[in-house]
């Protein structure tokens, strides 16, 4: 093996940092699988990088586990991610400053084995980049290696593939992708980050550092630092205590600052001459029109619905923002509503009542004309409530990796105690099956969940 660490700069939270790089991950190499699959072997938190300025490289137990699980999850939701390979404890204990309130304590140190095909982020092109003319070449080189292992049918795209498009800037201007395999793989790039931001928003996903460092060029979602699942519907949602004055990466901004993003990876192919202004432009162009259709198929199909209804889900997601409603419970219980208009208006909300709590006459109202309206759409449907019902819960997940959950595993293991990971680890590879014997799982959080400073747990170490 030739170990190494990966030396990569990066915008963070809208300014541009310099130089970062992997200041606890460590490669070991690449395997290639029966498939002839490449696969990159990290160690996260093995120790000391050239890239971890003053800190140890080390990672303790509770972000280890946090990870694991996450990465895992997300994997058995459908969504693309790096893969956590094992994890193993230290035997030494690593000081950290949880909280960031000046009261450090020690935590039993570990240690995860994660992998990707790449953990090539965009920031591993900025670097380059910013470096000046010296280093313009390496751009060339590095994106010559991506199109190579990972996106190779690029290599061989020629003016049979049709793949020239109208700009929309109005002046009958021509993208002819096939003339230019980077602006082909800009816009490869481009669409996968949108599908992928469009597959967050689904499942109520919010990373909580999207910075451009953390953001990978093949479309995953990499490095599970302060992220969280939504619980109560809250479009303003950050699990990251230092975006809170600002929320910029909070739930509902994810879709822009994907695009914010992809506009910095296309400025550095710019300044590296792989690809002209109306190839960078087109790529933020079709960013928009991928996650614009992702994002309305996964919502039709949560719903259940035959089209895409914009007026039906955009009210929807208002009552669930103003009664603070359970974003994945009340998609899992939503398949339960029958496509019957001749439901009497006072048992409309039975099937949701576990999960509409404590709301007064007039949002009751409010809720009953929408279910109302959500009826009267489901009706002009062929489809039966069971055939439904089946389809809605293969994309609705029961089961999803809340910080509660994790953090209780985490309290078991910090005690020598590793079933909970277990059991969790094992619910979660099925979020949509029903497993019977398991619905605590799916449970709302407890009280002490809702804590202020709790959410600090999910905080990165």
């Known amino acids: 093996m030739m170990p190494y660490a990966q030396c990569y700069g990066g915008h963070q939270f809208g300014m541009w940092a310099g130089q970062l790089g992997d200041g606890r991950a460590i490669t070991l190499g690449e395997v290639l699988n029966s498939k002839s699959e490449r696969w990159e072997l990290q160690l996260k938190g093995a120790g000391k990088t050239p890239y971890s300025r003053f800190a140890d490289g080390l990672a303790v137990l509770r972000s280890s586990i946090r990870e694991f699980l996450c990465s895992e999850a997300m994997h058995s939701l459908g969504i693309p991610t790096t893969r956590a390979l094992c994890l193993v404890t230290t035997g030494k204990y690593v000081t950290r400053d949880m909280f960031y309130d000046g ?9 995860v084995c994660r992998v990707a095909q790449s953990f090539l982020r965009f920031g591993s092109y900025q670097i380059h980049t910013s470096r000046g003319k010296e280093d313009l070449d390496i751009v060339r080189t590095l994106a010559d290696y991506t199109i190579h292992h990972h996106f190779p049918h690029l290599e061989n795209i020629s003016k049979s593939d049709s793949l020239s498009f109208n700009t929309g800037e109005g002046d009958g201007s021509v993208v002819d992708l096939t003339s230019n395999k980077y602006a082909a793989w800009a816009v490869g790039v481009a669409e996968l980050t949108a599908s992928l931001v469009a597959h967050w928003q689904g499942v109520g996903f919010t990373h909580g550092v999207l910075n451009t460092d953390n953001m990978s060029v093949l479309g ?6 302060p992220f969280g699942f939504l619980d109560a519907f809250d479009p303003s949602y950050t699990p990251n205590t230092t975006d809170l004055p600002g929320r910029r990466y909070c739930f509902a901004n994810q879709p822009d600052i994907g695009l914010w993003n992809i506009a910095q990876f296309t400025t550095t192919l710019s300044a590296a001459k792989l690809i002209n202004d109306k190839e960078a432009n087109y790529a933020m162009e079709r960013y928009g029109t991928k996650f614009m259709d992702e994002y309305q198929a996964i919502m039709t199909r949560k719903l259940g619905l035959q089209k895409y209804n914009k007026q039906l889900i955009g009210d929807l997601l208002k009552n669930m923002a ?31 009542k576990a999960v509409l709590l404590d709301i007064g006459k007039e949002r009751k109202d409010a809720w009953t004309s929408w279910v109302q309206s959500y009826i009267q759409e489901l009706s002009s449907s062929d489809i039966s409530d069971k055939e439904r019902k089946i389809s809605m819960n293969s994309v ?5 990796l809340r910080n509660y959950l994790c953090q209780s595993a985490i309290d078991a293991a910090e005690q020598g105690d590793y079933e909970e990971v277990r059991r969790l680890l094992k619910v979660m590879e099925s979020p949509y099956d029903e497993q019977p014997g398991m619905e605590k799982y799916a449970r709302l959080p407890p009280a002490w969940a809702y804590r202020p400073g709790v959410r600090m747990l999910s905080c990165s170490s």
Not at 396 to 400: A, F, G, L, V
């Open 103 to 111: 009261n450090p304590k020690d935590e039993p140190g570990a240690i």
């Open 220 to 225: 995953l979602t990499i490095d599970y630092g």
């Open 322 to 352: 103003v009664d603070k409603v359970d974003y994945t419970n009340f998609f899992r219980l939503l398949s339960n509503i029958k496509a019957d208009p001749t439901i009497p208006e006072d048992e409309l909300l039975i099937p949701l």
């Open 396 to 400: 609705n997940p029961k089961y999803i």
